[in-house]
């Protein structure tokens, strides 16, 4: 297992000397040969060295990733170097931490049990860049990269940290019609809202995509149970997002209208009876175990773009931050410009759909352009 994914594991852990946090971890790590030992550098400068390292290594920017997590800017304002993890912040990580750290590549991984290995089906690959190589070069403190922008984000569902944040750009206030380029059915806009919901993955390791029908029924059953205000059919967790979602504008309907259309007009869910979905937050193969892990444990947010794209973001994201994907790195991140200055900082990585398997990389189709990391 890659030293990210292990410093990750062990980042509870106490730590006399916040170096060995790394080096206390090399001889374990497949790649520990990255890290050169020298107690003559400061944390900063070993935590600076190995990321360059492995970026130059695996031409793969996944690592940057971990500062959705591991960002010093949750409690000392932004560190001068956003896109480098900072593993001083003892945090008791999940199975699978990240996107990045997706069981179906293996220059990082997570500790998925063998048990999940015995599964036939094809394994689902995040490739937000497609097959386009890391362009980058290091400069001091700063990373020079080169990708694509996406969207900026618009609106945000709340959540127990952070306030409802409203759509206000015109795609969304307004509503679109059937010859506009952004149109969709209230179904089909609920249908992408429960795939970034899961991520688009069956269970936490992330290596198969979810199964849409069954995850979809489980979705609008669980919807259609807290529009008919039934409390005690439904888990507290589902009621709180739902709750916290109810009013964010999308393609200028609000969340709440979209589903209650569809409950209504739509002919498979006219008459949807029967019991309540499977809620137990330990069986992480179903819809519901999939949103505990998402919107509980990682702290995810559902947002919509200025163009109508939703996905999930880090909680510490903001309207007007950048979706963006970088050349090298397998899912899009979130960029902030940094105060007046042509320079960003990494608030982490994110789910956009409709641009995880490289759309926002095509040759002609995505405006290129070179990002100055900071």
Same mark, same amino acid.
């Given at each position: 297992?890659?030293?990210?994914?292990?410093?990750?594991?062990?980042?509870?852990?106490?730590?006399?000397?916040?170096?060995?946090?790394?080096?206390?971890?090399?001889?374990?790590?497949?790649?520990?040969?990255?890290?050169?030992?020298?107690?003559?550098?400061?944390?900063?400068?070993?935590?600076?060295?190995?990321?360059?390292?492995?970026?130059?290594?695996?031409? =793969? $920017? %996944?690592?940057?990733?971990?500062?959705? &997590? !591991? *960002?010093? @800017?949750?409690?000392?304002?932004?560190?001068?170097?956003?896109?480098?993890?900072?593993?001083?912040?003892?945090?008791?990580?999940?199975?699978?931490?990240?996107?990045?750290?997706?069981?179906?590549?293996?220059?990082?991984?997570?500790?998925?049990?063998?048990? =999940? $290995? %015995?599964?036939?089906?094809?394994?689902? &690959? !995040? *490739?937000? @860049?497609?097959?386009?190589?890391?362009?980058?070069?290091?400069?001091?403190?700063?990373?020079?990269?080169?990708?694509?922008?996406?969207?900026?984000?618009?609106?945000?569902?709340?959540?127990?940290?952070?306030?409802?944040?409203?759509?206000?750009?015109?795609?969304? $206030?307004?509503?679109?019609?059937?010859?506009? &380029?952004?149109?969709?059915?209230?179904?089909?806009?609920?249908?992408?809202?429960?795939?970034?919901?899961?991520?688009?993955?069956?269970?936490?390791?992330?290596?198969?995509?979810?199964?849409?029908?069954?995850?979809?029924?489980?979705?609008?059953?669980?919807?259609?149970?807290?529009?008919?205000?039934?409390?005690?059919?439904?888990?507290?967790?589902?009621?709180?997002?739902?709750?916290?979602?109810?009013?964010?504008?999308?393609?200028?309907?609000?969340?709440?209208?979209?589903?209650?259309?569809?409950?209504?007009?739509?002919?498979?869910?006219?008459?949807?009876?029967?019991?309540?979905?499977?809620?137990?937050?330990?069986?992480?193969?179903?819809?519901?175990?999939?949103?505990?892990?998402?919107?509980?444990?990682?702290?995810?947010?559902?947002?919509?773009?200025?163009?109508?794209?939703?996905?999930?973001?880090?909680?510490?994201?903001?309207?007007?931050?950048?979706?963006?994907?970088?050349?090298?790195?397998?899912?899009?991140?979130?960029?902030?410009?940094?105060?007046?200055?042509?320079?960003?900082?990494?608030?982490?990585?994110?789910?956009?759909?409709?641009?995880?398997?490289?759309?926002?990389?095509?040759?002609?189709?995505?405006?290129?352009?070179?990002?100055?990391?900071?």
């Amino acid at each position: 297992m890659s030293l990210p994914a292990l410093a990750a594991y062990f980042s509870q852990c106490d730590a006399t000397d916040d170096r060995d946090r790394l080096y206390g971890l090399r001889a374990l790590s497949t790649d520990g040969f990255l890290l050169e030992v020298s107690y003559a550098r400061s944390v900063e400068e070993v935590y600076l060295h190995y990321t360059q390292a492995f970026i130059d290594h695996h031409k =793969s $920017l %996944e690592i940057i990733c971990f500062a959705s &997590v !591991y *960002s010093s @800017s949750f409690s000392n304002g932004y560190s001068s170097m956003s896109w480098v993890p900072d593993w001083r912040l003892e945090m008791h990580s999940l199975v699978t931490p990240l996107m990045a750290s997706q069981g179906s590549r293996t220059h990082i991984g997570n500790m998925r049990p063998p048990l =999940s $290995l %015995e599964y036939s089906g094809v394994p689902a &690959v !995040y *490739s937000a @860049s497609r097959d386009r190589e890391a362009e980058y070069s290091f400069h001091e403190r700063t990373l020079t990269k080169k990708g694509t922008l996406l969207d900026t984000i618009d609106g945000l569902a709340g959540s127990r940290k952070f306030p409802f944040i409203q759509s206000s750009h015109q795609n969304n $206030l307004r509503s679109s019609t059937k010859n506009s &380029v952004g149109f969709s059915r209230p179904i089909e806009i609920l249908r992408r809202i429960c795939k970034t919901l899961v991520l688009d993955r069956k269970n936490r390791y992330l290596q198969y995509a979810m199964p849409d029908e069954d995850f979809f029924h489980d979705f609008i059953r669980l919807c259609s149970l807290r529009m008919e205000d039934s409390p005690d059919l439904i888990a507290q967790e589902f009621q709180e997002w739902f709750d916290w979602t109810r009013p964010l504008l999308i393609c200028g309907h609000t969340f709440e209208s979209i589903v209650r259309d569809t409950l209504n007009n739509d002919p498979e869910f006219i008459s949807m009876a029967g019991p309540p979905p499977n809620q137990a937050e330990f069986i992480h193969d179903s819809f519901f175990g999939r949103l505990v892990d998402t919107i509980g444990r990682m702290s995810s947010r559902l947002m919509v773009s200025c163009d109508g794209h939703v996905g999930l973001v880090p909680q510490r994201a903001m309207k007007g931050d950048f979706l963006c994907v970088l050349f090298g790195c397998s899912v899009p991140v979130v960029l902030r410009r940094y105060d007046d200055t042509d320079s960003f900082v990494v608030i982490g990585e994110c789910f956009v759909d409709g641009y995880m398997e490289g759309a926002g990389a095509e040759p002609g189709l995505a405006s290129e352009r070179t990002f100055l990391l900071t």
